[in-house]
């Protein structure tokens, strides 16, 4: 910047009734905070739903699952192997077989389908899904259950309640056909993951009650597999490698393979928002195409002095750049300012509540992220100084002798 350049700057600073405070100028700074505040709030309110659905997901289901390809029961001497050959898998932060089968629930007047996984606690360590009890006991013993938030809910259950289980069981079978078979057991907890189809449909129970009740053979439907956090988005690449230990009798899947699809739908919905918010930034600079061609209308006698004593256009269009731009950039950080209070009131508001059978989780979280903040400052200042350059062009088309002529 010139020393010409770096005078008419600090002359501008120093008028802020003369130039900062015109009508058009505030316009267009209020233009810009509120465009980018709309826009940081946005995306902060899908980057939090992004990083809520993904974390739900690695919290309430395996990173690898383990079965066998007939999928029939995996016995325990079959699940002690299996375990023996896992052991020095650094990658692996917990192992836990499952039995898991479909069953009806039933409340007073609603029967409801749902999923009975049922864990070998006679080790007394704690489950994967623990952290997720909401209330009562961690652990269920024999003859008690624990279920999940939303299907106590619909089916009017509380702790201390009994429930009932109806099943089919293949060893119940007639000239009329398959008899249903019913079980009665005691509700001890209620679990709350923040994932609607699970809250809705998970009972979980003790491995002793599952093999009585269904009189099947002892063993497990699948091995469950909890990874060390830093190794979970390599589960696929694990997954190939305890392929290779376990053989091909069994069937490893990583969480990809069933939920990478919801989370990239998730991730491309969030940039096609982005995008779409990005249109009120140009909206917005409109304003700022207006604001430099009044200033330009404004100062036209001063640009004539300016050329008159020698100074060319690129100076002159610097200077008003400077000018703009300045003030712009300062409306945009303003604006993301603006979105953090945002996302901070929609989180803590109460009025408003994500319906889970629709979003998949029932709670409305923002995140703000670095890299996307650096994303919304480059773009909206691109936006804005492509709005600024363009009535600036008008400079080259002034005429010294007419300015000073009509002034």
């Keep these: ?29 209020l233009g810009i905070i509120l465009s980018v505040g709309i826009l940081s709030a946005g995306l902060n309110l899908f980057e939090g739903y992004e990083r809520t659905l993904k974390d739900v997901l690695l919290g309430a289901f395996p990173h690898l699952t383990i079965s066998k390809d007939n999928l029939g029961f995996i016995s325990h001497s079959e699940t002690k192997n299996l375990l023996n050959k896992m052991a020095n898998c650094k990658e692996i932060q917990q192992v836990t077989p499952v039995l898991s089968y479909p069953v009806m629930a039933a409340g007073k007047a609603k029967v409801r389908g749902a999923t009975l996984n049922a864990y070998d606690f006679s080790n007394k360590k704690s489950f994967p899904q623990a ?33 009932k289980l109806v099943f089919t069981r ?27 189809e699970t809250d809705r449909s998970l009972i979980l129970a003790n491995i002793t009650d599952a093999e009585n009740m269904l ?13 060390d956090p830093k190794y979970i988005d390599k589960a696929p690449e694990i997954g190939q490698k305890l392929q290779e230990i376990v053989g091909n009798y069994y069937s490893v899947y990583p969480w990809q393979t069933f939920s990478a699809g919801l989370l990239h739908l998730v991730t491309m919905e969030k940039w096609l928002i982005f995008i779409i918010f990005c249109f009120l930034v140009l909206i917005a600079g409109i304003n700022v195409i207006s604001a430099v061609s009044t200033i330009i209308l404004d100062k036209k006698n001063e640009i004539a002095v300016l050329k008159t ?10 200077v008003l750049s400077f000018q703009v731009g ?37 709670s409305l979280n923002t995140s703000i992220a670095p890299l996307n903040q650096l994303i919304i400052f480059i773009v909206s200042a691109a936006l804005v100084f492509i709005c600024i350059y363009y009535p600036l062009k008008q400079i080259d088309k002034l005429e010294i002798i007419e300015l000073l002529r009509n002034p």
């Design 131 to 163: 952290k997720y009890i909401q209330k009562g006991k961690k652990i269920p013993a024999s003859q008690e259950v624990i279920i999940g938030k939303y299907l106590a809910k619909e089916l009017g259950k509380d702790i201390g309640d009994t429930l």
């Design 215 to 227: 009189n099947s053979a002892s063993g497990f439907s699948k091995i469950e597999i909890r990874l």
């Design 326 to 362: 300045l003030s712009a950039l300062l409306a945009i950080l303003a604006g993301q300012i603006l979105g953090a209070l945002l996302s901070w009131g929609i989180e803590k508001q109460n009025f408003y509540k994500l319906k889970g059978d629709v979003y998949f989780i029932d």
């Design 1 to 29: 910047m010139s020393k010409l350049e770096l005078f008419f700057l600090s002359r501008y600073l120093k008028a802020p009734k003369r130039n900062l405070l015109r009508f058009s100028f505030v316009f267009m700074i």
């Design 170 to 196: 293949l060893d119940n079978i007639s000239a009329l056909g398959i008899f249903p078979s019913e079980y009665y057991i005691t509700v001890v907890g209620i679990y709350s993951s923040g994932f609607y």
């Design 309 to 318: 004593l020698g100074a060319n256009s690129t100076s002159i269009k610097r």
